[in-house]
């Protein structure tokens, strides 16, 4: 394989309603597609997860698109590659950081490769599923009846497990709150991203007895050693998001024992390589993970669902419908959900959705196209 063309597009797409974590809101996506073209003319789209403010990550949209075409793309093109899985390390020599911008690039020469084979991504990866358990990540709410009806509704849908935004002052009492209104066989999670200090550890403890089945990222976005000391303190498991950047990273969180789970997302480990040694790790070490979400279009979700077919993602993923987010998706057919699951495309090749290129042509606010 050689990739002899790729090119950049921003979109905006609205969220059918804003999304308010413990560290900022969105309303609308700026969304950053690739396009990925071989030397056979066979070509893919992948997407970066950036987000428009560095309050998830230190990336942005911007920063990745600067890194794409400046050191990325460079690297890449006009390279003859006898697998993707050679990239990640191609990518990682001399090269800090940026794991987003990289995962974009990475995981679109997966979906190529794919295609390329014949085969479904989530085939070409060793994924052994043909649907993944869905879940669904609720935003902080303005008022606890809100989010009990927020919660009791995505329970109707069949969503299977239901994460709660949480922050300071809308925490313990908010979950208790849902937890009284749905009863105690419901699949109950909290994720603070990073809204808390090793000093909240004996309020945290107010969720033991929630039943939760994890709390995502109490402490800061690249804390290993005080979620170490949090989860002694805790009877709840801790399952990591934002401090996973590696391997080396989830094997530190073993040795450590800063958590018991992780939330793995393919573009905040600079991609699929990552991400599989990660799973693959996990699983050696009976840490049970899950595919997180980061508002994808739906190119970005066939990524996410491909990787969730993987044999130790056992805890439903953050992988909604499209209907979810979006007014129309980009893709067809869009992704959906019945009775909690999502079937995987296992009748198509490479990414197995057909992307719909006069409307993102129509969307595209900003593009640029990279030759070696
Ligand atoms: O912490 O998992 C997170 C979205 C943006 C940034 C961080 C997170 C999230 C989500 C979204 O929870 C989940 C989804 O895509 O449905
Ligand atoms: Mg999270």
């Known amino acids: 394989m050689r990739i002899d063309q790729i090119t950049l597009r921003e979109i905006r797409l609205a969220l059918k309603e804003p999304f308010r ?8 996506r700026r969304i950053l ?7 056979s003319g066979a070509h893919t789209w992948s997407e970066c997860v950036a987000g428009e403010a560095p309050n998830y990550s230190p990336e942005t949209i911007d920063t990745a698109w600067a890194a794409i075409t400046q050191w990325i793309a460079p690297r890449v093109l006009g390279r003859t590659i006898e697998h993707p899985g050679e990239l990640y390390a191609e990518l990682e020599h001399d090269f800090r950081g940026h794991y987003m911008a990289k ?3 990475e995981m679109g020469a997966w979906g190529l490769a794919a295609m390329l084979a014949g085969e479904p991504l989530s085939l070409f990866i060793g994924g052994t599923r043909t649907e993944v358990a869905v879940g669904i990540s609720l935003g902080i709410q303005t008022s606890p009846d809100r989010l009990i009806e927020k919660a009791q509704a995505a329970l109707a849908e069949g969503y299977r497990k ?4 949480i922050e300071r002052g809308h925490d313990v009492e908010w979950v208790r709150a849902v937890r009284e209104a749905v009863g105690p066989d419901a699949h109950l999670m909290a994720d603070a991203n990073n809204a808390y200090t090793i000093d909240d550890a004996d309020h945290l403890a107010g969720f033991d007895s929630l039943g939760l089945v994890m709390i995502e990222q109490p402490l800061a976005w690249d804390d290993l050693v005080r979620h170490a000391e949090l989860q002694k303190r805790l009877s709840t498991p801790i399952c ?4 996973i950047t590696s391997l080396e990273r989830a094997q530190d969180m073993v040795t450590l024992g800063s958590g018991k789970i992780i939330n793995i997302k393919a573009g905040r480990v600079g991609g699929f390589t990552s991400a599989i040694a990660i799973h693959d790790f996990a699983q050696q070490h009976r840490i049970p993970v899950w595919c997180g979400g980061m508002f994808e279009s739906g190119i970005g979700r066939a990524y996410n669902v491909a ?5 130790n993602f056992t805890i ?6 499209s209907a979810r987010y979006w007014a129309q998706d980009i893709v067809s057919p869009e992704w959906t959900m019945t009775d909690g699951m999502m079937r995987i495309p296992l009748e198509h090749r490479g990414i197995g959705v057909a992307v719909d290129e006069a409307r993102i042509a129509a969307l595209t606010v900003r593009t640029e ?3 070696p």
Request: no cysteine; proline share 8%; charged share 30%.
């Open 369 to 371: 196209t990279l030759r």
């Open 316 to 321: 439903p993923g953050d992988v909604s419908p």
């Open 162 to 165: 239901i994460k709660i935004k």
């Open 240 to 243: 990591l998001d934002e401090s």
């Open 307 to 311: 990787l969730a077919s993987l044999p």
């Open 21 to 28: 974590i413990s560290s900022g809101e969105i309303r609308e």
């Open 103 to 105: 995962a974009g690039v």
């Open 33 to 39: 597609l690739l396009e990925l073209r071989d030397a």
